[in-house]
């Protein structure tokens, strides 16, 4: 009988001392992240390595992302993939065979495995096929 009457006293016991008038706690404001615009450069980044009339596929990743396919992987292109961070409308077409010159441009604050690719920017790019 004791322990029905704890049970039954129990939760309105909690309610009664856990409605108190208490002074909200002040809550951080919280800055919005910030986004990088990948073709800038910063005193932390600098050129690793320059593509000069290289020829290779546009690749459609997902949502409005599109890829330079190069087919090869080294210690600086580990996924073997570059994005753009300039390439023109007219040049986002799945499968599109291309030919560019860029700057693979080093972020050494982001991890390569956070990436789907080494950022470049492009100085030059034209159609090799439609």
């Known amino acids: 009988m004791k322990q029905n009457l704890f049970i039954l ?3 309105i016991t909690l309610l009664i001392w856990g409605c108190q008038n208490k002074e909200p706690e002040e809550i951080p404001e919280i800055e919005p992240p910030v986004y990088i615009n990948l073709c ?3 005193e932390e980044t600098y050129v690793d390595t320059v593509f000069q009339d290289f020829v290779c596929p546009v690749e459609f990743h997902h ?3 599109y890829l330079l396919k190069v087919f090869m992987r080294s210690s600086k292109i580990q996924t073997g ?7 023109p409308k007219e040049f986002r077409k799945n499968g599109l065979l291309v030919k560019f ?3 693979v441009i080093s972020y050494p604050d982001i991890d390569s495995l956070d990436r789907l690719g080494e950022t470049i920017q492009l100085t030059s790019i034209e159609i090799i096929n439609k």
């Open 9 to 11: 006293f129990s939760p």
């Open 40 to 42: 800038e450069r910063t």
């Open 63 to 65: 949502d409005t992302t």
């Open 81 to 87: 993939y570059l994005v753009p961070c300039s390439l």
């Open 101 to 103: 010159s860029g700057d």
